[in-house]
């Protein structure tokens, strides 16, 4: 596997930086400071400000409070802070500066102090790494705990996930980057126990070259939703109708695993599982056949489909079924997956069929599709040498670019810059996202409709969502998985439900092992 690494002009040194934090609490809370000064205004709105002791200037009413500075970088010239993430609820009464460089903060119902604490990035991953077999895993696979009580992290219950499998191969593959960068011997076991979740899901099918959705056990809740098999000796229950976004994971994990990780046996057996699914699809022709001896809902890849029903999915797809059989060409050895790769490629078309996704978009922008179209290409990028068809791939990948350069997304980012590395791009708003996540990753909903510096489009989403144009700062809009829509106003509302945080550890990390980001 090529050794890519970043530009010289890509790549960015990092230094400790100001994290946002905050604490909340009931208003007879005895540590803040006595209640400032209120001004009523006639018209019955509760108005107030201060300066924090860095200079910041910070103003409040009844829609919560804005921070206004002159920042290093220019989006965090003007932050906002609303409830429930930052305040108890938004009609703010006094404020005032504390000790350091934040402000405490009373509203009608609460107390919140707001403020920065210096910390660097290898210590935020620290966090959100330690919350992994903490609380956010489920027989290794990384998933979101529900809480029973709010505020307390103590008591949660998991559910089994369609995507069971992606989700873990992601974070997997963070810890897997982790390990190569750091030699942690934390991080090798984080990578292990999730890579070996993701082959769990191969193992309980008993159908060679086939693998689970998910799985439960017999003493678990079984969710209402899905396809469920059990297995014959009544211990495990899984999931079937497996989905082409569950095999890019498995094929993403397969490839990073097998590369960085140590362990001899584990590559041997991803070795074998991976000849074994490229196997199973090339067999059906590019077909996932689940036990029903029909191809599941979405695991399609030839051609017909493409004609048919998923000539949308075309662009996609196409990249999808080079990428697995590439990488089982790869990892096995065997000629005959490189001659199937090639014939796929060529003499099939379906390097050109990457580039037809601006041809055959449909309306709305499917932000899960682009998730799925940069972890396919990486394997792609990372492996072929053939200049023409690299050619292509950057060109494929390009299409998919003109949205995704709104985001300031790390992670794609990262992968497409590998490929193109003479683009020009904000890195430095790469960076932004990633300081800009909150540590705190419970679905508060971002209650963004009063904003008066947001520009809204006249199209609503594919789920028919109110959009916007206006690109918000990771804290202030909704937590989401890499596969959300960013522009989207609402969602979230959850705060019994925590997100992992692989949204941060994977493009952490795959940014320090390929060069994109210096030091910690």
């Known amino acids: 596997m090529k050794r890519l690494t970043a530009a010289e002009k890509d790549a960015i040194e990092l230094h400790p930086f100001m994290q946002k934090m905050v604490e909340q609490f009931p208003l007879d809370y005895e540590g803040a400071p006595d209640v400032p000064g209120r001004m009523l205004l006639p018209n019955g709105c509760v108005t107030c400000w201060c300066r924090s002791l860095d200079g910041a200037l910070w103003l409040a009413n009844e829609h919560g409070v804005t921070r206004m500075a002159d920042e290093a970088y220019e989006r965090d010239n003007v932050q906002y802070f609303n409830a429930p993430r930052y305040l108890a609820d938004d009609r703010v009464t006094a404020i005032c500066p504390d000790e350091k460089n934040g402000v405490w903060v009373w509203t009608e119902s609460g107390i919140s102090h707001l403020y920065y604490q210096e910390m660097t990035m290898a210590e935020k991953a620290a966090i959100y790494d330690a919350r992994i077999l903490e609380r956010q895993t489920r027989h290794g696979f990384v998933t979101d705990p529900y809480f029973e009580r709010e505020n307390d992290f103590t008591e949660f219950r998991h559910y089994s996930s369609d995507n069971d499998g992606l989700w873990t191969a992601m974070y997997a593959a963070g810890a897997c980057y982790e390990y190569a960068v750091t030699g942690s011997a934390d991080a090798l076991k984080r990578a292990t126990v999730t890579t070996e979740a993701v082959l769990s899901l191969v193992d309980v099918t008993g159908i060679k070259g086939y693998f689970a959705r998910s799985f439960v056990t017999k003493d678990e809740p079984l969710p209402e939703d899905g396809f469920w098999i059990t297995r014959d000796d009544g211990e495990i229950i899984w999931k079937s109708d497996t989905s082409s976004d569950e095999v890019v994971g498995h094929f993403l994990i397969y490839l990073?695993?097998?590369?960085?990780?140590?362990?001899?046996?584990?590559?041997?057996?991803?070795?074998?599982?991976?000849?074994?699914v490229a196997g199973y699809i090339i067999d059906n022709d590019y077909y996932f056949i689940d036990v029903t001896g029909k191809p599941t809902l979405w695991g399609n890849w030839n051609i017909d489909y493409f004609n048919g029903r998923g000539y949308e999915d075309t662009s996609l797809n196409?990249?999808?079924?080079?990428?697995?059989?590439?990488?089982?060409?790869?990892?096995?050895?065997e000629e005959r997956f490189e001659r199937e790769y090639r014939k796929l490629a060529v003499d099939l078309g379906y390097a050109d069929l990457c580039c037809t996704y601006l041809s055959r978009k449909g309306e709305h922008i499917n932000y899960s599709d682009e998730e799925l179209c940069y972890l396919s290409y990486l394997p792609l990028v990372l492996l072929e040498t053939d200049p023409v068809l690299l050619k292509k791939y950057r060109e494929a990948m390009g299409q998919w670019w003109q949205n995704i350069q709104r985001e300031l997304n790390p992670l794609w980012t990262y992968i497409y810059k590998l490929i193109d590395p003479a683009l020009d791009y904000d890195m430095e708003g790469c960076l932004w996202t990633l300081r800009r996540l909150p540590l705190d990753l419970r679905e508060f909903a971002p209650n963004n409709e009063n904003r008066a510096d947001l520009e809204f489009e006249e199209k609503t989403d594919r789920f028919n969502k109110r959009q916007i144009t206006t690109l918000l700062a990771p804290d202030e809009r909704r937590i989401m998985k890499w596969n959300g829509n960013p522009f989207n106003l609402g969602g979230g509302g959850n705060i019994k439900k925590e997100e992992p945080g692989t949204i941060f550890t994977l493009p952490y990390w795959m940014g320090r092992y390929y060069g994109f980001l210096k030091g910690e």
């Open 256 to 276: 990073i695993a097998h590369e960085l990780l140590p362990d001899e046996a584990l590559k041997a057996k991803i070795r074998r599982i991976a000849g074994e």
């Open 318 to 333: 196409a990249a999808e079924l080079l990428s697995h059989i590439k990488v089982a060409a790869y990892l096995t050895g």
